[in-house]
């Protein structure tokens, strides 16, 4: 079987086992009752799996947050290697 190197979008394609760690993040952002931002960084190597983990707490956010959307945070993704501004 041949596969690409790309992150999952969903717990069910974990084959890794990481769902229950990506859904540890999920909750506590959901938990955060303070009134500024909360800043959250995820770091490793590159293709360490880092996407798919932010993917799959992203699910479980969703997943929580579809019972009562008044608790569904607001979400900004900086990725510092990507520019901000569209350079065409």
């Known amino acids: 079987m041949f596969n690409s190197d790309q992150p999952v979008k969903t717990h069910e394609a974990d084959l890794l086992g990481r769902d229950p760690f990506a859904q540890s993040p999920g909750s506590v952002i959901l938990k955060y009752q303070e009134k500024g931002s909360l800043v959250i960084g995820l770091f490793g190597e590159r293709a360490s799996g880092k996407a798919s983990i932010i993917n799959m707490a992203l ?25 901000l501004i569209n350079s065409s």
Not at 61 to 80: N, V, Y
């Open 59 to 83: 699910e479980e956010i969703d997943r929580i947050s579809s019972k009562d959307e008044s608790i569904k945070p607001i979400i900004f993704k900086f990725k510092p290697g990507h520019s």
